[in-house]
Every structure is written in structure tokens, then in C-alpha cells.
């Protein structure tokens, strides 16, 4: 059973820094691209960043120079390392894995305040 474990959510005040890590686990083919994608109160779910097993990475304008996606040292697992935050960034934070299908992690909040 696939199962993405998210962590590093937290309360953070603007101008701060966290670091999201997702591991994967269950998945018993090659993962071909894994990110972050973030839930706003009462908006859509958007892509921030993703990479790709190749290392090629797309990330949104938002997340562009204040965000940094890498893959763990273990290959099944994927950091988000946000910088200078922004009430803007508030929201849940899902992992997503592609592998032989999509799945999503449980989601791991996020709230910076001003």
C-alpha cells in the first residue's frame, strides 16, 4: 500500500523559513516525478514545485527564488525548503508522487502570520 508521509508543517511568522519533507513508501515501481502542491483556504489545490527522477524541476512564479525542491538522499523522498514567507503562502501543503499512477499525501499545514 502506498503511503507519503509529510512533515516539517508549521506556525511561522512573514520572513521566516520551513522545510517540508515527504517520504514515499509502498511504491513498487520507479517514481518518475515527485512535488509539492498547496491548498489555500477556499481555493483550488496549485502546483508550488516539482521534479522530475531526471532532476528537471518546474516551480511556480510564487515559489521562484524563495523555494527550493530536492530529492532525499533516499530516492523516495522530496524537500521543500521555503524561504522569506508570506501570509500568501499559507495553506496545506500535499506531496504528490507519480510513479506507475498519482497519489497524495495526507497534506501538512502551513500558516504564516503577519
Known amino acids: 500500500q502506498v503511503q507519503l508521509v509529510e512533515s516539517g508543517g508549521a506556525l511561522v511568522q512573514a520572513g521566516g523559513s520551513l522545510r517540508l519533507t515527504c517520504a514515499a513508501s509502498?511504491?513498487?515501481?520507479?517514481?518518475?516525478?515527485m512535488g509539492w502542491f498547496r491548498q489555500a483556504p477556499g481555493k483550488q489545490r496549485d502546483m508550488v514545485a516539482i521534479?522530475?527522477?531526471?532532476?528537471?524541476?518546474t516551480d511556480a512564479d510564487s515559489a521562484k527564488g524563495r523555494f527550493t525542491i530536492s530529492r532525499g538522499d533516499a530516492s523516495n523522498t522530496v524537500n521543500l525548503q521555503m524561504n522569506r514567507l508570506t501570509r500568501e503562502d499559507t495553506g496545506v501543503y500535499y506531496c504528490y508522487v507519480l510513479s506507475s499512477r498519482g497519489c497524495w499525501g495526507q497534506g501538512t499545514q502551513v500558516t504564516v502570520s503577519s
Open positions: 509502498g511504491i513498487s515501481s520507479s517514481i518518475n516525478t
Open positions: 521534479i522530475t527522477y531526471a532532476g528537471t524541476i
